[in-house]
């Protein structure tokens, strides 16, 4: 599930709690990551993808500046379902390097994740 962006903030408490009641967290998260950060909460279980942090971070910038820009209704509109559709393709991306991560896949399934 992507939980990188605001979801994550309500997950991370769930997992502090986790780990105070004695329970090892892992936190699979692609190299390139909004708000998942490292923490001695939790090991981390990092992947490649496609894309750098600088164009993930400029396509969410251009997604927020469009907010202020001129134009009519429907100008901004059509820019505003553009970056929609590029993070949406950041996201598609990630999940999918994951499952083609077979490292990846064959650590989580010997570990019952």
């Known amino acids: 599930v992507w939980v990188d962006g605001s ?23 692609p190299e390139v990551s909004l708000h998942v950060k490292p923490s001695e909460n939790f090991v981390m279980k990092m992947y490649p993808v ?22 009519s209704f429907f ?17 598609f991306s990630s999940c999918e390097q994951l499952l083609q991560n077979k490292e990846l896949i064959r650590y989580l399934e010997e570990s019952k994740f």
């Open 75 to 91: 100008e901004r509109f059509f820019k505003t379902v553009e970056a929609s559709k590029r993070f949406t393709d950041f996201c």
């Open 7 to 29: 979801p994550w903030f309500s997950i991370r408490e769930g997992l502090n709690m986790l780990q105070q009641k004695g329970h090892e967290v892992v936190v699979v998260v």
């Open 50 to 71: 496609p894309f750098t942090q600088e164009e993930m971070d400029n396509a969410i910038k251009a997604y927020f500046n469009i907010t202020f820009e001129d134009g």
